[in-house]
Structure formats: structure tokens, C-alpha cells
């Protein structure tokens, strides 16, 4: 709800802002004061501009969010086939929602470890995997079938570790 407020409340500004010009270059050089015509069309401005642009600035913030989807998952396949390259095709193994494989240095058999010489490969993400951007959700759940025929409901990423392929937990996404 509070999506549709803030929404709201930006398409209404570009309203007030349209029917403000109308104020300033109308009402002003006719050299009279502001009629009750004025405002009626005043307020006939802002609600049809405030009508115009809300579903626009509505769409971008899901917009926003696929090009942030389509980033981190671009991302973490990147990093996995990275992963796989430097430890001889082995996929990081998960374990407990996460794949540590990729947020901790690791030697050549994928045993994480402090960085330095005995654990030169990695972090393949610093601090963290980035979250799902449509739930918020960083957890990874594994997936039986690759691509998965269903979301989990837990919200983050699917990944089924026998490929090391990884896909958005979120309905809608489940082909990207």
C-alpha cells in the first residue's frame, strides 16, 4: 500500500506542478485575479495529469526492478561459471541458503578459508549474495529440476547444484 501512496503522491506533484504553469501563464497575464473558472480548471489539470502519470511512474519502479534482476543474475551466473573455471568444473556447493563458495576465498578443492596463498580463488562477492530486487530475498533454495517448473515461496534464488544454474524464486522470472 505504501507503493500506491508513494506512487500517488508523485503523479499528483507532476499534477499540482502542470496545473501551477496553467496559474502562472494564464491567470497572470489576463491581469485579473484568480476566478472560480481558474480553479475548476485547476483542478480538472491536476487530476487528468495526476491520471496520465501514474501508471508510468508505477511501471518504472517494476522496470527498475527487472533491470536489477536481470543484473544480479547475469552476476551470479558470471561468478558460478567463474567458480567452475578456477576449480576444475566443480559448482559451489549450497549450504544453509547460501553458497559460501562464493562469498569466502577458497582453495583449488573449494574448501573455504582465509584470503591468502593456501586460499587464493574468490570472494566471488564481497560480504554477501545480492538479494532477488522483486522480494528482497537473498536465500537460495535448491531446486530438483533444472529450470524449475516452480517458484519455492521463499523468495530469493532456485539453484540446482548438479549444473550450478541459477534462477530468480519469484513467479514470472522462473524463465530468465
Known amino acids: ?34 476566478t472560480l473558472l481558474d480553479a475548476l480548471i485547476v483542478v480538472a489539470v491536476t ?11 508505477g511501471g518504472a519502479g ?15 551466473r558470471s561468478q558460478i561459471q ?4 578456477e576449480h576444475g568444473g ?13 562469498i569466502e576465498a577458497t582453495n583449488a578443492e573449494g574448501v573455504p578459508g582465509p584470503k591468502g596463498r593456501q586460499y587464493p580463488y574468490g570472494p566471488y562477492f564481497r560480504g554477501a549474495i545480492p538479494a532477488n530486487p522483486f522480494t528482497g530475498v537473498a536465500t537460495i533454495t535448491p531446486t ?25 524464486d519469484f513467479a514470472g522470472h522462473l524463465g530468465d
Request: without cysteine; hydrophobic residues 45%; aromatic residues 10%.
Open 1 to 34: 500500500m505504501s507503493f500506491f501512496n508513494g506512487t500517488f503522491a508523485v503523479a499528483a506533484a507532476v499534477g499540482l506542478l502542470a496545473a501551477g504553469g496553467y496559474v502562472l501563464v494564464f491567470a497572470r497575464h489576463r491581469g485579473s485575479g484568480f
Open 47 to 57: 487530476g487528468v495529469v495526476t491520471a496520465v502519470t501514474m501508471p508510468l511512474i
Open 62 to 76: 517494476d522496470q527498475a526492478k527487472a533491470a536489477a534482476l536481470s543484473h544480479d543474475l547475469h552476476a551470479l
Open 82 to 85: 567463474v567458480y567452475k573455471v
Open 90 to 102: 566443480q559448482v559451489p556447493i549450497l549450504y544453509e541458503g547460501t553458497l559460501p563458495q562464493l
Open 144 to 168: 530438483q529440476t533444472s529450470p524449475p517448473e516452480a517458484p519455492s515461496g521463499t523468495g530469493g534464488w532456485l539453484y540446482h547444484q548438479p549444473t550450478g544454474q541459477i534462477w530468480p
